[in-house]
């Protein structure tokens, strides 16, 4: 059994500190809302997030850093994207020994662009102990127990076997991968596609439709993990295509949800108001773009989408842009 520390007692936070707790180990949410904190410890139930779910026992909380990661084997943050690094550096000063670090945040910095596993190295000086977490999950199934499978990566061998352990239980199963650079930007890219996939559902573009969003926004995300550093077969499993597929077709996908409004002449403001929860690809598709544009990526549907959020275009306009492509192989490097 380990002591585990979870950063962030939101969606995910909360399902994967269940998750631990069902593998058996000792486990800590750390939050900031101190009623969700309340409810989870006197009445085993996070209602924000999982209002009428019963979460395992023993499952304990806090909100003060120190005494929550005091003595911990391993720190998982699954904090918003925006707020790693701050929280990273708060980590730093009150870190007891050397645990695991295991991230979940699915992003690029602001400005620098860098992925949270780079942030989280510059936090905490080290990348020895780092891991990166994702794959195709869905909060609410992990919560409900369902079959689940995603990798854990880490430059370092020893460590993504350690948090592959320490995650291996029951139907969450967990595979390793060495290409750190390849699992987070596919984690990424891939909300950028959901948002994509759900315009595509919404404006009547068909399954065929969809289907080559899909594809061709793949290609994009393969493009930009090569010209990066990362390899291709790591965007052909699940860390890529698999949470790819997930999210842009899910009904659970916020991103696509996002995009479905989009597809319908939504307003974004309305459409995220109406979500009550973070769809990183709205944030993360300026993102991939400017870090597309540094590398000569050509990204041709993460073009339309980021105009179509910045309401430089409607839907009808930026679906002509890309069908009008002049027509090119499939596998060259020009989408």
Known sequence: MARVA????GSWGTALGNHLRRAGHEVVLWGQELDVLRAISERSENPKYFPGQKLASGLETGSELSEVVKGADAVVISVP?????????????????????????????????????VVLTE???????IAVLTGPSFALEVMQGLPTAVTVSSHNEQTREEVAKLFHHGNFRVYTLADVVGAELGGVFKNVIAIAAGVGDTANMGLNGRAALITRGLAEMERLVVALGGES??????????????????????????????GRGEKLEEILDGLGQ?????????????????????????????????????VKESLAALLSRSRRSERKQEN
């Open 81 to 117: 994207s925006s707020a790693v690094r701050s929280v990273a550096e708060k980590l730093k000063t009150v870190l007891d020994g050397s645990p695991l670090i295991v991230s979940t945040a699915k992003g690029l910095e602001d400005d620098s662009l860098k992925t949270m596993s």
């Open 6 to 9: 979870v950063l962030g007692a």
């Open 123 to 129: 936090a905490l000086g080290s990348d020895d102990k």
């Open 278 to 314: 973070v769809a990183e690809g709205v944030m993360t598709t300026p993102k991939i773009l400017a870090l597309a544009r540094q590398n000569n990526v050509s990204v041709p549907i993460t073009e339309e989408i980021d105009r179509l959020l910045r309401g430089e275009s409607n």
């Open 233 to 262: 077969s790591t965007v052909a499993g699940l860390s890529g295509l698999g949470d790819l597929f997930l999210t842009a077709t899910g009904d659970l996908s916020r991103n696509r949800r996002v995009g479905m409004g989009l």
